[in-house]
């Protein structure tokens, strides 16, 4: 069974630096695309950033030059290194894969971690 576990949340002041991991676990065999969302209470999921096998990356507006995305694949590993964070960066962040494993391939989520950005 895979399954992936983020951590490293927290509550941080405005203009601090946070560090996610998200690590995938289980019979895998290989890993695409890998990302991370954000969500607040009351609007939708929204993609901060992805990164691809190759590692082409791509951020969301409000968090280019802030935020880097990488990945560790032998440790099926994806991180996402937030500096100068803002309070509007507060939310729950989750990860997201395409992970394969010998039998077929499927989007898999964490469970989230809470992220607060206040003073």
């Known amino acids: 069974q895979v399954q992936l576990v983020e951590s490293g949340g927290g509550l941080v002041q405005p203009g601090g630096s946070l560090r996610l991991t998200c690590a995938a676990s289980g019979r895998i065999v290989g890993i695409d695309y890998m990302a991370w969302y954000r969500q607040v209470p009351g609007k939708e999921r929204e993609l901060v950033a992805h990164i691809m096998s190759d590692g082409t990356t791509q951020y969301t507006d409000s968090v280019k030059g802030r935020f880097t995305i990488s990945r560790d694949d032998a440790k099926n590993t994806v991180y996402l290194q937030m500096n100068s964070l803002r309070p509007e960066d507060t939310a729950v962040y989750y990860c997201?894969?395409?992970?394969?494993?010998?039998?077929?391939?499927?989007?898999?989520w964490g469970q989230g971690t809470q992220v607060t950005v206040s003073s």
């Open positions: 997201t894969a395409e992970i394969f494993t010998p039998t077929f391939g499927y989007d898999y």
